[in-house]
């Protein structure tokens, strides 16, 4: 399979002054939408701003979410579309665009065969924070999601040829009559105009902006970030300056399990918890629903007042999450032949670990968590050596607010009204998430919004024909 590495971005002396589409982002939102528009017989060309392909998407660890799935009877669970919107609605607060929502949801399991048509296979099931099922779906080797899922995309941009160039940073979105009509970038230090009649903006979030941080939740700014260098919230910048209608900036997603000790933070991924780990403070008691929304545990712990908490879990947990393999070789995990050294390497009082333990077990066997009223991730006791932990606090994660568009993915000015070849899809779009994103729509919205975003610029160029 063709590797990030293996693929090589175009040469800059390549880049031609006109496209079909043109679209900013090399995440899986920007990488579904050019192969879409591909497959309609329009021509494409990714522009990303970094040496390096992927975005935020390669960071991903958990899955895709998704409702209804062959994949999902596969595993005899038996889902419904109105049951996945529900669950994410009330996740969200109730605060979620319903439209986008129903869309979202109503479109999943066909980003899933659109996938498995591109070679991407998606044939496992874990379960995230605020799901009362599982329907998030990952790769039968169990790999964390995100550079499985570039990785796939990637080869089939590379089997198409589809241009894609880096180090190229898009300046301005250009207008004629209110259309667009091009976008000016900036590469090698050279100023250079790219005629389209279409431009998709999947540029992510900004939970790299500090000063974006500030304005919109100054309260956050002090923490630190999951988020790539390059989620500045570029598309957002771009278009308002075109009169876009910008949505839930305030809403800003904190992740409760962020390993940040070190110099680099590392997401610790929903997967862990759905697979059976579970949080202790600095006792080694339980104190939380570990798989409510990732707000709800993120209040827990900073309740705790204890400059985070700690994930504990066993062999077998790890054996269903490929990524702890990582997270030990970056020396972000601690472990123990027996709960006693466990409790000793984290300082817990040894007979309080044991105890929760014990009462965890037991809450699995009987499969009713009195304490918490935890009723997901709950297949496996813990109780197979070697054991584990990693120390977790909470850091920004992703950014729910930004440009609002309608279903079709058209960009919206602030009457209202579409701005006419513009679309947007991923983060940098606000109002699907309300005011707090559920683990595994991310990946899910990247494409189900990305193939929609392709589908309608050639709808949107048909037109115009």
């Known amino acids: 399979m063709t590797t990030q590495a293996e693929f090589q971005p175009q040469s800059l002396k390549h880049l031609k002054d006109y496209y079909d589409v043109v679209i900013i982002g090399s995440g899986s939102s920007g990488l579904t939408s050019a192969l879409q528009a591909y497959e309609l017989g329009i021509k494409p060309v990714i522009l990303e701003k970094m040496s390096s392909l992927g975005g935020n998407t390669k960071r991903a660890s958990s899955g895709l979410n998704a409702a209804e799935t062959y994949v999902q009877l596969q595993h005899q669970v038996v889902d419904s579309y109105e049951e996945f919107y529900n669950d994410v609605y009330q996740g969200g607060g109730c605060q979620n665009n319903p439209q986008l929502l129903h869309y979202f949801t109503e479109h999943s399991a066909l980003a899933i065969d659109w996938l498995s048509a591109q070679g991407i296979f998606l044939e496992d099931l874990t379960i995230t924070g605020g799901m009362k099922v599982k329907r998030t779906h990952r790769p039968a080797s169990l790999a964390p999601i995100g550079n499985y899922l570039i990785t796939g995309l990637l080869k089939r941009m ?138 709800n545990v993120t209040t827990a712990i900073n309740n705790l007042q204890e400059n985070g908490a700690t994930l504990i879990f066993d062999q077998n947990v790890r054996k269903r999450v490929p990524a702890i393999e990582f997270y030990d070789q970056v020396g972000l995990v601690k472990s123990g032949q027996n709960w006693a050294e466990l409790a000793a390497k984290n300082k817990f009082d040894n007979k309080t670990l044991q105890e929760t333990v014990q009462r965890w077990n037991q809450a699995v066997l009987w499969q009713q968590d009195q304490q918490f009223g935890r009723q997901t991730g ?48 991923g983060e940098v779009t606000g109002g699907l998430h309300g005011n707090n994103r559920i683990g595994g729509n991310s990946i899910a919205e990247t494409v189900v919004f990305g193939r929609q975003a392709g589908q309608q610029a050639f709808k949107y160029l048909q037109n115009l024909k």
């Open 158 to 295: 590379a089997q198409f040829q589809i241009p894609i160039f880096t180090n190229v940073t898009v300046t301005q979105l250009l207008q004629k009559q209110g259309q667009i009509k091009g976008v000016k970038i900036l590469s090698n230090a050279q100023s250079q105009i790219i005629n389209t009649n279409a431009v998709i903006l999947a540029t992510g979030g900004f939970g790299a902006n500090t000063e974006m941080i500030k304005k919109y939740c100054p309260n956050l700014a002090a923490l630190k970030t999951t988020n790539q260098q390059g989620a500045q919230g570029d598309g957002i910048l771009l278009a308002q300056k075109l009169g876009a209608q910008l949505v839930d900036m305030e809403q800003i997603q904190v992740h409760p399990t962020v390993q940040q000790d070190g110099k680099h933070p590392y997401l610790i991924g929903e997967a862990v918890r759905g697979e059976g780990a579970i949080l202790v403070d600095k006792q080694g008691r339980r104190f939380v629903n570990e798989l409510q929304t990732r707000q």
């Open 378 to 425: 709950m297949e496996q006791p813990l109780n197979q050596a070697p054991y584990y932990s990693i120390h977790v606090a909470p850091a920004i994660h992703y950014t729910m607010g930004g440009l609002a568009i309608n279903t079709k993915t058209q960009v919206l000015q602030t009457n209202g009204q579409i701005i006419p070849g513009l679309f947007a899809a």
